[in-house]
């Protein structure tokens, strides 16, 4: 009996299925690559974390400038207060308190309101940072398995 190219072919391919499967290589692969949905799913969770972090990082900011203005205003309250009261006694310094009280709950508000936008803006990065190397951890993720099966191809045409 004579054996064409095509039976030779088939029987290695079989032969090779057979060894592929004798050292549980589709196991290896599904278990590196559940280790790697397992990361991935680690640094989704720890983004997310990051982000809900920077959320209420942002609100306690907004919420520390709300609180900055309402001082502001009890503070240029108390200043229009004591302003009525120095007009009675000497108009020629209300001008000057004034000014130097406004001065300073402008400075005070400018000084929070940067720290608040620093801070945030920091968070932000750090979380863009991190959301980059989650992306980039997705894309290589995608390429292994087609670099999996560029493999698979090259080992089946050095087969034949």
């Known amino acids: ?3 064409d190219a095509a039976f030779w072919a088939t029987a290695a391919l079989l032969v090779f299925l057979g060894i592929v499967v004798y050292l549980k290589v589709p196991a290896m692969v599904t278990k590196a690559l559940d280790g790697r949905i397992r990361k991935i799913e680690a640094e ?12 209420a990082l942002l609100e306690d900011y907004q919420r520390k400038r709300e609180d ?40 005070k508000i400018a000084q929070a309101e940067a720290a608040a936008v620093a801070e945030v803006r920091a968070r932000s990065a750090d979380l863009a940072v991190e959301a980059a190397r ?24 050095r087969l034949n």
């Open 134 to 157: 989650v992306l980039l951890a997705q894309q290589m993720g995608n390429k292994a398995d087609a670099l999996v099966e560029q493999a698979i191809k090259d080992v089946g045409d």
């Open 1 to 3: 009996m004579v054996f």
């Open 44 to 55: 989704l969770a720890e983004a997310e974390r990051l982000r809900a972090e920077a959320k």
């Open 68 to 107: 900055a203005e309402k001082e502001a205003e009890g503070i240029v309250a108390a200043a229009r207060e004591e302003a009525f009261r120095l007009t009675a006694e000497a108009g020629v310094s209300l001008d000057t308190l004034i000014a130097r009280r406004t001065k300073a709950v402008e400075d």
